[in-house]
């Protein structure tokens, strides 16, 4: 699996990460949601760089002009509901894409039984041939993401996959390596140290979908 760490150099999506941890910014929702949406933007860009192009004349006021466009068909997938945010900040970019959204939860364990990821709602478009991008913002352990690439994977084969995700901690990478073909690119806005008992990112950010959405029953 090929890993591109986008924060390793300093730019200003390094300043969109520090607002979106910070206690006090993340107060306002609305600002969160935003700051997550403008991580996705600069996150595009940097995938875009290894998508493919026609070069296209095209005709200006005053003339011609000799440019590219994007030659692939995009599939860009998010889950629901904390990928919202991320995945408007692909589309304002990546405006061409197909969209999908699918659910992913994890059940409680008990004594008897270890907890269980299930997959229940799809609104997906066909994705054979296609560059499949699945977006989410927290990567922990990364068994919600393999559940969700496996089940879209039911539905075809991809040309190409990318997963991007905002803060990733180490041990969601190393199932990621260990379960997803190793020609996926995985996009990370940033790595954190780890886990914690409970399989929360440390320092992480709180619950994405919370800050972004509301708390949850």
């Given at each position: ?72 068909q995009l599939v860009l997938c998010s889950i629901l509901r904390a990928g ?134």
């Amino acid at each position: 699996m090929q890993i591109h760490h986008l924060s390793e150099n300093n730019s200003v999506l390094n300043h969109f990460l520090s607002e979106i941890r910070n206690v006090d910014i993340q107060k306002d929702s609305m600002r969160f949601r935003r700051n997550i949406e403008r991580i996705g933007e600069i996150m595009s860009y940097e995938l875009s760089k290894n998508l493919d192009y026609n070069p296209i004349t095209i005709t200006t006021p005053l003339g011609k002009k000799d440019t590219s466009e994007i030659a692939n068909q995009l599939v860009l997938c998010s889950i629901l509901r904390a990928g919202l945010a991320l995945h408007q900040g692909f589309l304002n970019y990546l405006d061409q894409a197909e969209n999908g959204f699918i659910s992913a939860y994890r059940t409680q364990a008990t004594a008897e039984k270890e907890s269980e990821i299930f997959v229940e709602y799809q609104a997906i478009p066909v994705i054979n041939e296609k560059i499949l991008l699945l977006v989410d913002p927290m990567l922990a352990t990364g068994q919600s993401m393999v559940a969700v690439f496996n089940k879209l994977l039911e539905r075809g084969t991809p040309k190409e996959i990318h997963l991007a995700v905002v803060v990733a901690a180490p041990q969601g990478i190393e199932f990621l390596k260990e379960h997803i073909p190793a020609n996926c690119h995985l996009w990370i806005a940033t790595v954190d140290e780890g886990l914690d008992k409970k399989n929360y990112i440390i320092p992480g950010l709180g619950d994405a979908g919370d800050l972004a959405y509301g708390s949850k029953l």
